[in-house]
């Protein structure tokens, strides 16, 4: 009887390692609390390319302010809603809460050009590139801490990849829209115009 206890219990052992690791929706979590404290370790760790949806959303010189990702990427809220596996793929459906970007950011290009073009006109004592240059980042900053901002929630479904004893998140466009708070929409519309205005070529 012991002997046959045993070996149940090996046979459990094995089993449980064999269909251990990481649950893909617990490799979301993760990922998604590396993000609101910008734990690039963490985001390295669980992102096939984070840098990607960052860098694609920062082009502005103020988004690589470190400060400036911390407020917009700190205020973010997430719910894993739902989680499906197929061998070594899973998707994760993430409801993700962030600041509204683009009206803030829509005050903050109003705000950066009066004063760049303040600046330029000065003629006693006018800034160095420098100096407009945190001013500016300053600015955003404020914005972003203003207790009255709205925020935007947007449902995403994440891929994610098997690797090694956990997973793989594939960001796309649609969650770096989301963590970024529309901010994408935004860039995308102003494209789409200065492309509509821009002159064609004969």
């Given at each position: 009887m012991k002997k046959l206890t045993v070996i149940v219990l090996l046979l459990m052992l094995v089993m449980g390692c064999s269909?251990?690791?990481?649950?893909?929706e617990a490799a979301v979590?993760?990922?998604?609390k590396a993000v609101k404290s910008l734990d690039e370790e963490t985001m390295n760790q669980y992102f096939s390319q984070w840098d990607g949806f960052v860098g694609s959303n920062a082009e502005a010189p103020a988004l690589k302010d470190v400060e400036a990702l911390k407020q917009i990427f700190g205020s973010i809220e997430y719910k894993i809603v739902s989680a499906s596996t197929d061998g070594d793929k899973a998707t994760v459906t993430t409801e993700i809460t962030a600041l509204d970007l683009k009206p803030i950011f829509g005050e903050f290009l109003q705000q950066s050009i009066a004063l760049s073009m303040s600046q330029a006109f000065a003629k006693d004592n006018p800034m160095s590139d420098e100096e407009l240059e945190k001013q500016i980042n300053q600015m955003l900053i404020d914005l972003l801490k203003k207790e009255d901002n709205a925020k935007v929630t947007s449902?995403?479904?994440?891929?994610?990849?098997?690797?090694?004893?956990?997973?793989?998140i594939q960001p796309n466009e649609a969650f770096g829209n989301a963590v970024f708070g529309g901010l994408k929409e935004m860039t995308d519309a102003f494209s789409g115009i200065s492309g509509e205005n821009a002159p064609q070529a004969k």
């Open positions: 269909t251990g690791g990481e649950a893909p979590e993760k990922a998604l449902t995403v479904e994440l891929s994610l990849a098997k690797h090694e004893n956990s997973w793989k």
